[in-house]
C-alpha cells in the first residue's frame, strides 16, 4: 500500500482565508497529494506578536476554509512544543513515518528562507514545493536559499512518481495569482477574531491530529 502523500503549509494563519485554501487545493492536484496539514502556528519567530489573534481564533478560521476538502488544520506545533520548522519537521517525521511529507511555501517564504533556522537540514528532511505569489517572486529566485536549491529543482510531475521521492528536491508551482492576504483582511475587518469567538463562551476546539482540547482563553 502506497505511503499517504501530506502536505504541511505553515502559518500563523492570523486569519485563514480563501486565498490559504485556493493554493492548497492548486497544490495538492498539482503534486498529487492526498492531504494538506495546515500548522496553525503558535507564534512565528520571524513574525511580531503585536495584532496576533488567539491561537484558537485562527484555528477556527482555519477550520471553516478547510471545509469539505482534504485539509486538516491543527495546532500539533503546540503540542510538539516546538517553535522552528526544522524542529516541526523532524518530530512529524519520527511521528509518522508512514507518510511522505511536502513542505510548501509561499514565493515570499522561499525569498527569505536563509534566515531560517537551520533552513539547509529543512530542504534535506523533505521535498520543497513553492507557490509563486504576485510580488515576491522575483526577490524568490535571486535569494541565497534559492541559488543552493537550485540544482535540485525538479519537474512537479516526478512528484506523483510515489516511491521516487528523495530530498532536497524543489518543485516550482505557477498558477493565477490570488492577491487576497491575511494583512489586508486584518486591516479591513479589526474585530474578526472577536467576532469568530463570539462574546459568550465560545466553544472549545479538538484538535485532529493531537486530539487535544484547545479553549479560547489559552493565549497565542
Known amino acids: 500500500m502506497p505511503a499517504t502523500t501530506t502536505g504541511l503549509l505553515g502559518g500563523s494563519f492570523n486569519p485563514a482565508h480563501g486565498g490559504h485554501r485556493r493554493i492548497t487545493l492548486f497544490a495538492a492536484e498539482a503534486l498529487g497529494m492526498d492531504e494538506t496539514w495546515w500548522l496553525v502556528s503558535p507564534g512565528n519567530p520571524l513574525k511580531q506578536q503585536a495584532g496576533m489573534a488567539p491561537l484558537v481564533a485562527r484555528l477556527l478560521s482555519a477550520r471553516q476554509q478547510a471545509r469539505r476538502a482534504a485539509i486538516v488544520p491543527t495546532a500539533i506545533e503546540q503540542h510538539l512544543g ?11 517525521t519520527r511521528r509518522y513515518p508512514k507518510r511522505r511529507f511536502i513542505w510548501l511555501m509561499g514565493s515570499d517564504n522561499l525569498a527569505q528562507l536563509h534566515r531560517w533556522k537551520d533552513w539547509r537540514r529543512i530542504a534535506r ?3 520543497i514545493a513553492v507557490i ?15 541559488a543552493w536549491l537550485r540544482r535540485y529543482r525538479v519537474p512537479a510531475a516526478s512528484f506523483r512518481k510515489r516511491g521516487q521521492w528523495s530530498a532536497p528536491a524543489l518543485v516550482l508551482l505557477r498558477f493565477d495569482p490570488d492577491h487576497r492576504s ?3 483582511i486584518r486591516r479591513a475587518h479589526a474585530g474578526w477574531a472577536a467576532a469568530l469567538l463570539g462574546e459568550g463562551q465560545a466553544p472549545p476546539v479538538r484538535d485532529r491530529l493531537t486530539f487535544r482540547i484547545i479553549r479560547p482563553e489559552e493565549p497565542a
Open 125 to 127: 528532511t523533505m521535498p
Open 132 to 146: 509563486a505569489r504576485p510580488g515576491y517572486d522575483a526577490g524568490a529566485m535571486t535569494s541565497p536559499a534559492m
Open 182 to 184: 491575511a494583512t489586508a
Open 82 to 92: 516546538t517553535r522552528y520548522t526544522v524542529d516541526t519537521l523532524a518530530r512529524l
